[in-house]
């Protein structure tokens, strides 16, 4: 199909269409003349993939090429999830507090390196500059819910078909997590109506 | 205390604080001369809250100023916690989704209105969009899970301290959201290890 059908079944504008090829964010289409091509239902489907990551997950172009480029490389699933990536090995010092934490919730086959791990360790260090550190037996608790979401979620990962997996996997991850945020704020309100009544006043003038 | 030890104090750059206070997120100091002011704790506090916010948690200043616009007004816990706001009250169509999978959960207190359900209704579409909707089934069981987190850190609002109660939050709400994400994701690790084995190999080439 050319440009403008393209377009018409993605509803993606033909510029941003064109910024996202120039980008190297969609592969470009088979060129049948000087300035025409032909796409394919590929198109469509890394069009709609790439509108999710770039708009609903609100995803920074960097980060969306990364997510791409792991879709479209092979690598091991561990690999893929862990985010192992050349980058993020050489930075493996100080991250005591998220191994305590992992250690202590059983998870000991998580290698050290990789993103997530790197990731952990920053929230943790940013929650206690804000002094807003919180208990072990709290951290422990929470840690063990998220690792039943988790859980969860590497269940449904499609065993057969690994490109499918990959979707998923990466995807996934990006486009749930403003879901578990969202139902994690709905949960506070549902929560505190539930121990503090629907009216219940708070006076948080500080100047008080 | 001068600008200079409020800098020496936060570690925060004289800069970052002028740009901190031409954007309203620091409160001016005491004017001592023309161009000099005091400074006292208070200012050392929120700088500390303000760095958290926008360099840890991430949030832009405009959200970063409506946290603290939060944090200093009276308001009930529930309206807090919701974000129940005059600007978000406006929309309160088309979140069936959201309030489908909120009175499965049973959470029936929850209002239509809010930021919260606004959010969760955006984060479903999401997914749809993306061709990745899970099945109710799932849905729910991660929308308890999540309850569950909610509850834990309800449970620990400090309830004799409105100003304390505001600030864990608020601040809670932002900057825990990351060390949740990152738990997640070293549990996808964890638990994709045992699936498949720390080697198990994905070719994920979608050409094949």
């Known amino acids: 199909m050319r440009m ?9 504008p033909v510029a941003t269409i064109k910024y996202y090829l120039r980008e190297g964010l969609l592969p470009p289409g088979e060129r049948t003349s000087r300035t025409q091509a032909r796409y394919d239902e590929s198109h469509v489907e890394r069009l709609a993939l790439v509108r999710a990551l770039v708009e609903s997950a609100g995803l920074s172009l960097a980060r969306t090429r990364q997510v791409l480029a792991a879709v479209d490389t092979p690598q091991s699933m561990v690999d893929l999830l862990a985010g192992v990536t050349e980058a993020s090995c050489d930075d493996v010092g100080g991250r005591g507090r998220a191994r305590a934490l992992v250690d202590r919730l059983g998870w000991s086959e998580v290698p050290e390196s990789g993103d997530a791990m790197g990731r952990l360790e920053e929230a943790l260090a940013a929650l206690e ?3 807003l550190e919180l208990p072990d037996g709290q951290l422990d608790r929470v840690g063990a819910l998220m690792g039943e979401v988790a859980a969860l979620e590497v269940d449904g990962i499609p065993a057969d078909d690994p490109a499918a997996a990959a979707r998923y996997v990466l995807v996934g991850t990006a486009l ?12 506070h309100v549902h929560h505190s109506v539930r121990r503090f009544g629907a009216g219940a006043a708070v006076a948080t003038d500080p100047g008080q």
Do not use: I
């Open 4 to 12: 403008s059908e393209l377009s018409r079944r993605s509803g993606v």
């Open 129 to 131: 500059v804000a002094g």
């Open 176 to 187: 749930v997590a403003p879901v578990l945020q969202a139902l994690r704020e709905v949960g």
